[in-house]
T-cell receptor
Framework: DSGVTQTPKHLITATGQRVTLRCSPR?????VYWYQQSLDQGLQFLIQ???????AKGNILERFSAQQFPDLHSELNLSSLELGDSALYFC?????????????FGEGSWLTVV | AQSVTQPDIHITVSEGASLELRCNYS??????LFWYVQSPGQGLQLLLK??????LVQGIKGFEAEFKRSQSSFNLRKPSVHWSDAAEYFC?????????????FGAGTRLAVHP
């Protein structure tokens, strides 16, 4: 158990809909990351927050957004869903933003868009 | 740009045999390198990491990896594989820019273990 908690674990929704994925980082971790894992794209970095502020953006679509709240939990919002958005979405956390900080991953949220 | 290449998509070994998973990276500075393992239906678990110092690093579950700067490699090894090692293994490099870091992952190597 990494200490990173993600909900829901599985989600099935229709095209055009909007979903919210939730993440609670490890206790004490200030950085939260979101990654997408799909068969064709592999593991892709989406976005990083540090202590409530957005720090870096990766290959995140404009239809997707995220935020980190004062209690440090984070949410990833996916809207106008398409079939191609079906993937495993990982949240991860680390103590800080230094590359020496180990990044711990949650078990992921499986999203299926039908 | 930073990148990670794992040349082997699938590897099959017999239980008890030795294992080496290859990883090559592209990074301008001294890299921060990681190996993660993903078991079916599970998240990513850190096996080991390299920042500096001794180029041979020990990790959990009996794994080790050797950093070779001249070859831009960070291969993962295990002397004797157990059936429970069947999983997907990801090599990653931490890319640092503007005060943040992110992990860039390779495509992964899926390991199958024959009894």
């Amino acid at each position: 158990d990494s200490g990173v908690t993600q909900t829901p674990k599985h989600l099935i929704t229709a095209t055009g809909q909007r979903v919210t994925l939730r993440c609670s980082p490890r206790s004490g971790d200030l950085s939260v990351y979101w990654y997408q894992q799909s068969l064709d794209q592999g593991l892709q970095f989406l976005i990083q927050y540090y202590n409530g502020e957005e720090r870096a953006k990766g290959n995140i679509l404009e239809r997707f957004s995220a935020q980190q709240f004062p209690d440090l939990h984070s949410e990833l919002n996916l809207s106008s869903l398409e079939l191609g958005d079906s993937a495993l979405y990982f949240c991860a956390s680390s103590e800080g933003g230094h590359p020496g900080n180990t990044i711990y991953f949650g078990e992921g949220s499986w999203l299926t868009v039908v | 740009a930073q990148s990670v290449t794992q040349p082997d998509i699938h590897i099959t070994v017999s239980e008890g045999a030795s294992l080496e998973l290859r990883c090559n990276y592209s990074y301008g500075a001294t890299p921060y390198l990681f190996w993660y393992v993903q078991s079916p239906g599970q998240g990513l678990q850190l096996l080991l990491k390299y920042f500096s110092g001794d180029t041979l690093v020990q990790g959990i579950k009996g794994f080790e990896a050797e950093f070779k700067r001249s070859q831009s490699s960070f291969n993962l090894r295990k002397p004797s594989v157990h059936w429970s090692d069947a999983a997907e293994y990801f090599c990653a490099v931490a890319a640092v820019s503007g005060g943040y870091n992110k992990l860039i992952f390779g495509a992964g190597t899926r390991l199958a273990v024959h009894p």
